[in-house]
């Protein structure tokens, strides 16, 4: 798969679990309801599902961006990084992926 391959697949599959958290009950648990307001994903529905690292600045052409901040995730080999605004529900503005094979990791 390629980078983009990837972020779309783990944006997919997170939305797809924030929805099932939405939804309330799963295999007889009961879950506390995260709404998705207008289907975007919130920081809020990402704090409590995907496990992450903050980070104290985002990489690339949001380094200078005060009105965002960054989220790192691990996985397929991959480091992902997403980028939520400030503003208001603190929607997901972007997922940036990074190969762990090569030496791009600049914070």
């Known amino acids: 798969m ?3 391959s990837n972020a779309l697949a783990i944006g997919a599959f997170m939305i797809a679990s924030s929805v ?33 690292a903050d980070l104290d600045t985002c990489p690339g052409e949001h380094a200078a961006n005060e009105d965002v901040f960054c989220r790192l ?8 990084v997403f980028v939520f ?8 503005q972007a997922v940036l992926s990074f190969d762990l094979s090569a030496d791009v990791l600049t914070f």
């Not at 995730?73 to 992902?80: C, G, K, R, V």
């Open 85 to 92: 605004s400030y503003d208001g529900d603190q929607a997901l």
């Open 20 to 52: 099932a958290i939405a939804s309330g009950t799963h295999s007889g648990n009961t879950h506390e309801a995260h709404a998705i307001n207008g289907g975007a994903f919130t920081y809020e529905v990402f704090e409590y599902t995907v496990e992450h």
């Open 73 to 80: 995730t691990l996985a397929s080999d991959a480091a992902h």
């Open 2 to 4: 390629t980078p983009i």
